[in-house]
């Protein structure tokens, strides 16, 4: 079994709906992250938890909010879906020792 | 604040040739530097790292060495196979950043038999 599982994997929504995006790890880690890949940007941090109490925001957090339910659990969510949020999202964990740890990714599109 | 800028790509090159793939960054403090790397449908994984000036990371037949006079940790392979082909990051993370980590736009590497 993966180490960070991303659910679901593909994902075609519309505009204005509201949609998650579930995470959850099992290495043990404390610090979790969601990043977005887009073409030609690299990934940019969406939103970073380094515990279950500590919530913080990335560069692009606008239009994303997100829930740490407990240290394995991290989920994304899109209160209303626009196009321009279409793009593969990660979620990512890491030990504190700066190495990041990879889920599957999720791809989603926003019609 | 902090940035990485790598080559674009995509890179195209035939098996068996030597590979450089150049990144330069901006960091106020003294980041660590890193490679990963992504395959077709899979997440990014750490390829190699460096963790201060003039340090050298290797993986796999990679390798790349931390400058810190010119800011850059380009990445080499001596002789390429078609299973590297991927697309690949370069990325850092600095303790001034709260140990975010801050990624390149990626290089898309294609290895032809």
């Known amino acids: 079994d993966a180490d960070v599982t991303q659910t679901p994997r593909n994902r075609i929504t519309k505009t204005g709906k509201r949609i998650m995006l579930e995470c959850s790890q099992t290495?043990?880690?404390?610090?979790m992250y969601w990043y977005r890949q887009d073409p030609g940007l690299g990934l940019r941090l969406i939103y970073y938890s380094f515990d279950v109490k500590d919530i913080n925001k990335g560069e692009i957090s606008d239009g994303y909010s997100v829930s740490r339910q407990a240290q394995a659990k991290f989920s994304l969510s899109l209160e209303s879906a626009i196009p321009n949020q279409t793009a593969l999202y990660f979620c990512a964990t890491s030990d504190g020792e700066e190495k990041l740890f990879f889920g599957s990714g999720t791809q989603l599109s926003v019609l | 604040g902090d940035s990485v800028t790598q080559m674009e790509g995509p890179v195209t090159l035939s098996e068996e040739a030597f590979l450089t793939i150049n990144c330069t960054y901006t960091?106020?403090?003294?980041?660590?530097l890193f490679w990963y790397v992504q395959y077709p449908g899979e997440g990014l994984q750490l390829l190699l790292k460096a963790t201060k000036a003039d340090d050298k990371g290797s993986n796999k037949g990679f390798e790349a060495t931390y400058r810190k006079e010119t800011t850059s940790f380009h990445l080499e392979k001596g002789s390429v196979q078609v299973s590297d082909s991927a697309v690949y990051f370069c990325?850092?993370?600095?303790?001034?950043?709260?140990?975010?980590?801050?990624f390149g736009a990626g290089t898309r590497l294609f290895v032809k038999a």
């Open positions: 960091a106020t403090g003294y980041p660590s």
């Open positions: 990325a850092l993370s600095d303790r001034s950043g709260g140990f975010k980590t801050i």
């Open positions: 290495k043990g880690h404390d610090r």
